[in-house]
């Protein structure tokens, strides 16, 4: 079963159209040396469309012309090893990280601990609305001196 698919003209080939049909008209009121010069290069220019269009290449063709290394059985590990490393730095890096981070939190923590067991008020003080605003106050007081 064919499935062809009817061709709709875009608003930019029609305009093409329109504009070839101007240039057909001015063509007409050219000299004979000016028509033979265009129409050699038409016939130029179809050849060159029609060799270009026809060119095929094989992987290694393509490959080579990339600047891609093809993989020789020889290079083969080295080049899956070289692919492996990165991986492995990355997950290396991002495990420092998050244990850094898990390191600096519990520091942070046990640092807030320390303090609230050091301090000769409760830790219920610290709930308390009015406390706040007082140490909110003496803050302030503080740092207008």
């Known amino acids: ?68 290394l093809a993989a020789t059985p020889r290079f083969k590990f080295w080049n899956s090893l070289a692919s492996f490393v990165p991986l492995m730095a990355l997950v290396v890096g991002l495990f420092v990280i998050q244990s850094f981070h898990t390191d600096q939190r519990a520091f942070e923590l046990a640092e807030v601990d320390s303090a609230l067991l050091i301090d000769d008020l409760p830790p219920t003080a610290y709930v308390d609305s009015g406390f706040l605003q007082f140490l909110k106050l003496q803050t302030q007081d503080s740092t207008e001196k």
């Open 1 to 68: 079963m064919k499935h062809t698919t009817a061709y709709t003209p875009t608003a930019s080939d029609l305009m093409g159209r329109k504009i070839a049909a101007q240039l057909d008209l001015a063509s007409n009121q050219l000299g004979h040396d000016i028509s033979e010069r265009l129409r050699a290069a038409r016939t130029r220019a179809a050849a060159a469309r029609r060799q270009e269009a026809f060119q095929t290449q094989t992987a290694s063709q393509l490959q080579n012309q990339n600047g891609v």
